[in-house]
C-alpha cells in the first residue's frame, strides 16, 4: 500500500511516497527559505506564491523518484492544518484536485501528528539514517517545532491524550527571537545551534518557568532573561532596543549566551519528558518537529531517559511529506475516515 504525501503548512513545499508505513520511496522538499531570509523570518504572501510554482512539479518529482505512476498510487494524503493559511490551501486544494482527477481515496493530516510519525520510517533507499525498529505503544511524543512545543501520551494509533503544551512562545520560536538578539543569520534554530557549539553553556544561569500545569512549557521568560542578559553585558539598561545588541556583544559573549540559551531550553523540555515518564512509563520516547534536530537536545534525553531513544534523520525533523505520507498510511490500515475532496477545507488553527 503506497500513499502520497502533500505538505505545505509554511515555506516548504513537500511530497513524498511511503510504503505500507515504514518505507520510503521518495521526499522532495521545495524551500523559499531563501526568499525569507533578509526579513528574518516567514512572509506568508511569498510563501504562498512560492507554493503555487513548486506544488506540481515537487509532486511529479516525488512520484518519479519513487519509481511509481499514479496507478501505484493508493491514497493521497494532505495537511490541512495548522499552519498558514495561504501555504495549506495551496496543497490542499492540488490534493482534492489530484484526488478527483485521479480517483484516489484523499486523507485529511494533522501536520503536528504528522511530527512524531516521521519516527516509523525504519527503511529506504534514501541514504538517511532511521531508527532500526519502529516506537512501541504505549509511546511518548515530544513535539517540539517553531509553532509547537506538545508532550502527547499515545497508547495506540489515533488514541491518544495531550498531556501539555506552551503556554506562549514555543521552543524553536525562542531560538528564532534568541538568534535575532545575537544577529544570527534566518533560520534561528540552526544558527543559535550551530553558535552554541563555539560557547560554555554554564557561562551563565538562566531561569526555567514554573508552570501551574504539570506538563506545561513557556519559553516568553526565558526569551526575555536572554534580553536583559544581553542588555546587562553590555552596559546599558531594558531601554536599548534589541537590534543594537548585536553590534555591541562580542562573538565570546554570543557564543556563551547561545549556549546557555539551549542548554535551559533544552532541559526545559528534557525535565517535562522525564516527568511524563515517571509518571506513565511509556515503552518508548520519540520527539519530532525542527528542534528534534538539535543535538543537545537528543544528547540529554539519551542520557537521562533509562530507556533506549532513537532518532529519525534530521532531514526528517522539519517539514515534510514522508511524514505526512507515514501518517496517511495508518489512517488506511486503520480505516479513518477519508476528506471529502469536493468540501475540505483548511485549519490553520488546528491543535490536538
Avoid at 490542499?92 to 516521521?118: D, M, Q, S, W
Avoid at 534525553?301 to 530507556?307: F, K, S
Amino acid at each position: 500500500m503506497r500513499v502520497l504525501g502533500i505538505e505545505s503548512s509554511c515555506d516548504e513545499t513537500a511530497a513524498a511516497v511511503v510504503e505500507d508505513g515504514r518505507l520510503l520511496l521518495s521526499n522532495v522538499v521545495a524551500s523559499s527559505m531563501d526568499l525569507h531570509a533578509k526579513y528574518g523570518g516567514v512572509i506568508p504572501e511569498i510563501a504562498a506564491r512560492s507554493h503555487i510554482e513548486a506544488v506540481m512539479p515537487v509532486i511529479q518529482q516525488a512520484l518519479d523518484d519513487a519509481n511509481c505512476t499514479w496507478d501505484d498510487i493508493d491514497a493521497i494524503a494532505v495537511t490541512y492544518g495548522a499552519g498558514l493559511l495561504g501555504s495549506l490551501l495551496i496543497g490542499v486544494l492540488a490534493a482534492r484536485t489530484l484526488a478527483i482527477t485521479k480517483n484516489k481515496p484523499l486523507y485529511a493530516i494533522n501536520h503536528v501528528e504528522g511530527h512524531i510519525y516521521a519516527n516509523f520510517i525504519t527503511e529506504t533507499p534514501l541514504p538517511y539514517q532511521l531508527p532500526s525498529k519502529q516506537p512501541v505503544f504505549p509511546m511518548l511524543g515530544v513535539i517540539v517545532s517553531g509553532g509547537h512545543s506538545q508532550l502527547v501520551l499515545w497508547r495506540d494509533h489515533f488514541d491518544y491524550t495531550l498531556l501539555g503544551q506552551t503556554q506562549d512562545d514555543a521552543i524553536g520560536e525562542a531560538f528564532d527571537k534568541v538568534a535575532k538578539i545575537l544577529g544570527l543569520p534566518y533560520p534561528g534554530g540552526i544558527s543559535v545551534s550551530r553558535k552554541a557549539e563555539e560557547g560554555n553553556p554554564t557561562a551563565y544561569k538562566l531561569p526555567k518557568a514554573k508552570m501551574q500545569g504539570k506538563y506545561d512549557f513557556s519559553f516568553s521568560g526565558l526569551k526575555t532573561a536572554v534580553l536583559r542578559l544581553s542588555q546587562e553585558l553590555v552596559g546599558k539598561d531594558y531601554s536599548l532596543p534589541s537590534y543594537e545588541l548585536q553590534g555591541l556583544l562580542n562573538e565570546s559573549q554570543k557564543a556563551d549566551i547561545a549556549a546557555s540559551f539551549t542548554q535551559t531550553a533544552n532541559e526545559t523540555i528534557v525535565d517535562k519528558v522525564m516527568l511524563a515518564y515517571e509518571e506513565f512509563k511509556p515503552a518508548s520516547v520519540v520527539i519530532g518537529g525542527g528542534v528534534a534536530a538539535d543535538p543537545d537536545l537528543r544528547r540529554q534525553l539519551a542520557e537521562r531517559l533509562p530507556i533506549a531513544i532513537e532518532y529519525t534523520d534530521r532531514k526528517l525533523c522539519g517539514d515534510n511529506g514522508a511524514m505526512i505520507a507515514t501518517l496517511g498510511c495508518y489512517h488506511v490500515m486503520h480505516k479513518q475516515p477519508t476528506a471529502d475532496p469536493m468540501t475540505l477545507e483548511v485549519s490553520p488553527n488546528l491543535s490536538m
